[in-house]
């Protein structure tokens, strides 16, 4: 193994939480409605498409998407510096950068949103390449973020680790050729992922050593 990708929401920072929790307040003050957790985890790690289309037909097509998104924006974004890297994960992180990977992250998300937190953390300049939805025409579960990130790091995609939270981000790894560790969260924790995928509970759980004495 020769190199690292990590994905950003969900696996480094607790976004999806966050994003669901709001999104709950959000139908339920305005629509008098829930989220089912199964449609929402067909949208963590990719497009919005397939939840807005639900909310739509929910209310008969008086769902206004784009009040949805301004709200949803302005909530995790405002509290954007509130936000704190998921327990264990600076562990794995520090472990790739200590015994000399290659690091790269590839994420669904605008290059807008992902720079100023991984600058925040003090992490920015560790990483040899940033794939974002900026630099494709589809994002996860299409592989084309981490084909790119693996072609700028230089390595072959048997010879990278992606670290996943969600199912689409785990599709697409799967789908560029990469080995895969899944890490859930409480929004992630009931989905089945891929075969193939290796799938831990927490951070604490995976360890390394014989994760790659096995490759």
Known sequence: ????????????????????????????????????????????????????LYMAEQTNGKFDAAAFQKYIDLQVHNGRDKLEMRDGF??????????????????????????????????????????TADDVEVIKPDPALYRQAVEALGVKPEEAIAVEDSRNGSLSAVGAGLHVIVVKNEVTKGIVFPEGTSVYDSFADVDLDAFLAGK
């Open 1 to 52: 193994m020769k190199a690292f990708v990590f994905d950003f929401d969900g696996t480094m920072i607790d976004t999806e939480a966050v994003w669901f929790d709001e999104t709950q307040k959000y139908l339920q003050a305005n629509y008098g409605m829930s989220l089912p957790m199964d449609v929402y985890e067909q949208v963590v790690g990719s497009t919005d498409e397939p939840l807005l």
């Open 90 to 131: 600076m562990r794995l992180f520090d472990y790739a950068k200590d015994n000399g990977y290659k690091i790269g992250l590839a994420t669904s998300s605008a290059r807008a949103w992902v720079d100023p937190i991984l600058e925040k953390f003090g992490i920015l300049d560790d990483f040899e390449t940033i794939q």
